[in-house]
């Protein structure tokens, strides 16, 4: 039965990959989900926090430079693109071309160097650092 209902429900509801208005006004997604009431739990946001962390692996197994990469290094880029996507992150090529030549003083400097730093606080911060001296910041 619960099969037949979750087929009404899809029958009913419609798919919806991005947020929008339901008839009553509510923030939903996907098959009717009501953010402003339901919300998501943490299991959920685990698990779509999981998804986006290998999609931005993914992207960044491309690069040439990134298997030259510290474990540090590469968790600096994995987050960035987690925060901006890779269409945002591919457009900082001055970054990139410093990882390419394993520049990484000048890859931090580039990170400086972009409105992203502005705008994510200590965020930026904390990678600059690890980008900069290869380790994990303090606790």
């Known amino acids: 039965m619960i099969e037949s209902v979750v087929e009404l429900i899809k ?20 098959y009717g989900r009501n953010l402003d009431s339901v919300g998501i739990d943490r299991d959920e946001a685990e698990h779509l ?6 999609r931005a692996l993914q992207d ?16 600096v880029l994995i987050d960035m693109v987690y925060n901006l996507g890779w269409p945002r992150f ?13 520049d990484y003083r000048r890859a931090a400097d580039e990170m400086v160097d972009s409105a992203w730093y502005g705008q994510v606080g200590n965020r930026s911060k904390r990678l600059v650092g690890m980008m900069h ?3 994990w910041p303090e606790a």
Request: hydrophobic letters at 35%.
């Open 11 to 30: 029958l009913h509801e419609g798919y919806r990959q991005h947020p929008y208005r339901c008839p009553a006004g509510a923030l939903s997604i996907g």
């Open 49 to 54: 926090m999981a998804r986006d962390v290998s």
């Open 60 to 75: 960044l197994r491309m690069e040439p430079y990134w298997l030259d990469l510290s474990e540090v290094r590469q968790a």
């Open 90 to 102: 591919s457009k900082f090529r001055k970054l990139r071309a410093a990882l390419e030549v394993s």
């Open 133 to 135: 001296h290869d380790s």
